[in-house]
């Protein structure tokens, strides 16, 4: 085992690559074949095979196929065939809809898979991180995952949380010296490993260990499989599954009591009581859940937003809170110089002159302080840097030639709790280090200030007069960087004391326009009861200018800055949240208070943010938002739900998709119970009215094993509506089986129930108990594949276009009665399905019994509505 913490850098690159450069294309492709994927590998997954097997594990089909084996020994072969088949034919249907679903799903997390920058090629590009391999070179800052385990190259104060292996909660400072002896994992310091994140600098790393041969591949040996995790609703709908199966089978019992009192014998009394049971019982109703939800976030993952965590697709729908971050979410994060300022004076972009001294040494040192780079045109970096670089380019100043005039010695990274980024650079053989940062901070740092050629002592009134500056172009909606320097004595690693006494050169103001879309987005928010929050570290004034042009402030007095919660109590803070929709200045710990407040007050919080520190926050918010392009892979392994185009208006498209879902998945369950209770109401009155069974067992197994699943599937598609967007966010604790939603169920159900025993009454006019039966059976499979265009809306939709716009329900309909009509017409089926030849007009009445369930619900819709 080489131990590379004990190697030099050099040592390290002859040893992984055989050279000292960087691999080439060619190179790259030998490693990986030859080490093979930067993943570890998972548990088995389930074949399609097991998963057909699965489906023969639930209760009720065992259930079914004790019944096939009674039937088969009371003689009735053709209904014991008929159970089995039945059974199979709805094993298949469960494993083609499972195997999709997990087949979106993993899709999905492979949309949502992490990512690598890696230096290929002398650029720095982006990869997945499976493709990384040995020998890559990788750049690593503050919010990223580290990809591979490897020896450090580039050491600029990194930071590395290893809790994951050795769990030692506390950042481990790195270093990029040799390390002599044997020292154990947590004392490689000059060494990084895969599984653990950067909690702050920067740097860059030599792989030396991909995929299991890692030190976490190590450990996990055989990672398994995740387990499925049932989202809130699905446990919701498996309580009340449960508590209704009770109830049914105690039902069935006593009616098989009942037939076997009446003299039926043993076992056809309990072959019907089986089937009515499996008829009753809403067995489907969780896995109908899976498929809704795994299409819903197919569809969102098309529209930017992809799903990570599935419980936030019925979460999105009751969120009633969303704070986002300004910049890159609200805005467009194109940012652009504006104007200089030097000198005392305001200089627009347009009219900056580089020839005098004072506004080149500010671009300069813009440059200088500064990580972003733009390489034919390909912008890598924090889009504020890069406007900072690109008025150079626009001026004809060379990045990389100032760059290389002016090396780059040591550096204090910028993070966002201290607002400040700082570099020593070597400048005509003295070393300076430069500071840029937000301006209220680096004023009072500020000791001395540059005017003209001369430096002197900064005053009061100095001061005034940048603070004014200040608050103009932030009233203006622009980000404002302050720029300052001084002299560094000797030649040693900087430390944060050293960001004081600093020299004031200038300000660079930066316009930062709002998305076109975000207007439109704040507003379709509110309107769908749901309070937009700006949470943002910049400026109160800029933040407010921008916040009121995109209508989430109406008035000055509801923008507050960070520091102003400090003080205020959890209890106070609940009511101060009451009245603010911009919180500035805000560092990530005021973001956890923020949402928890609004928590306490009984909202659904949603959160964005993309920073390393942003990940409790995201991990405290009920629905975490992270940003798929500009966020740290930390934020977006705790976010549950990612933006692939970082930009508010997708957060509230997602809301929508969400209380669709949710809307949809309550039309298949409304469409399922009523349609069994339907049935049930049929059953109890022929028994009380001592009539006939109105059904044979393979009535209701047919019914409920193939004509049903389809419609409810298909009602789980219905095209969303925007309507979902004028009603005001769903209770998150509201079960989904509300009193008025079971009020339907029973109405709706109890039209069924009747139209099905007129059907049964006027077949047993003449005392022909099977032809009775038929045509009960025929109307209740016709009368719920009818029924599934009254699940579509609560409104009554029978005149609109809306009746027609959902192609999968249709077709679920046609094939149904395809299905129904087969059974009743073709002869050779009848002994089969124990039904009696119909006439025309007897299989008219059969339609027409079924069909006039759509002018009656439709018209209790309409008097519901009222
Ligand atoms: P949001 O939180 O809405 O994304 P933001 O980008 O302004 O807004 P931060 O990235 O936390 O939030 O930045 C906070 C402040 O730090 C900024 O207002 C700015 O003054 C300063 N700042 C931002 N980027 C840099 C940088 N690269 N170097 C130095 N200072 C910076």
Redesign the pocket.
Known sequence: MDKFYQLSKEETRKKVNGQQEPLTDQQVREHQEKYGKNELVEGKKKSTFQIFLEQYKDFLVIILIAAAIVSGFLGDAESAIVILVVITMNAILGTVQTVKAEQSLSSLKKLSGPTAKVLRNGNVIQIPSVELTVGDEVMLEAGDYVPADGRILQNASLKIDESALTGESLGVEKSDEVISGEVPLGDQTNMVFSGSFVTYGRGSFLVTGIGMETEVGKIATLLKTTSEKRTPLQINLDQFGQKLSIIILIFCGILFGINVFRGDSIGDAFLFAVALAVAAIPEALSSIVTIVLSFGTQKMAKEHAIIRKLQAVEGLGSVSIICS?????LTQNKMTVEDYYVNEKRIPAAEIDIQKKEQRQLLDYSILCNDSTNVDGMEIG?P??TALINIGTRLGVGTMDVREAYPRKTEIP?D?DR???STVNEMDGERVMIT????DVLLNRMAYIQKGDGVCPITDADKAAIEAQNQEFSRGGL???AFAYKKMEDERDLCLEDENDLIFLGLISMMDPPRVESADAVAECIRAGIKPIM?????KVTAAAIAKRIGILKDESEACEGAEIDNLSDEELKDFVEHVSVYAR?SPEHKIRIVRAWQEKGNIVSMTG??VNDAPALKQADIGVAMGITGSEVSKDAASMVLTDDNFATIIKAVENGRNVYKNIKGSIQFLLSGNFGAILAVLYASIAGLPVPFAPVHLLFINLLTDSLPAIALGLEPHTKDVMNEKPRPMNESILTKDFLIKIATEGLSIGVTTMIAFLIGFKGGDAVLASTMAFGTLCTARLVHGFNCKSDRPVLFKKKMWNNIYLIGAFLLGLVLITSVLMIPALHSVFKVSTLTIQQLLIVYGLAAANLPIIQLLKCFRKK
Do not use: N, P, Q
């Not at 840029?436 to 301006?439: L, P, Q």
């Not at 949470?535 to 400026?539: A, L, M, S, W």
């Open positions: 971050d300004k910049t890159g979410t924090d504020t840097e910028f966002s607002k400040l980024m840029k940062g937000a301006v980000r404002v960087l949470i943002t570290g910049d400026h805000v993309d920073g």
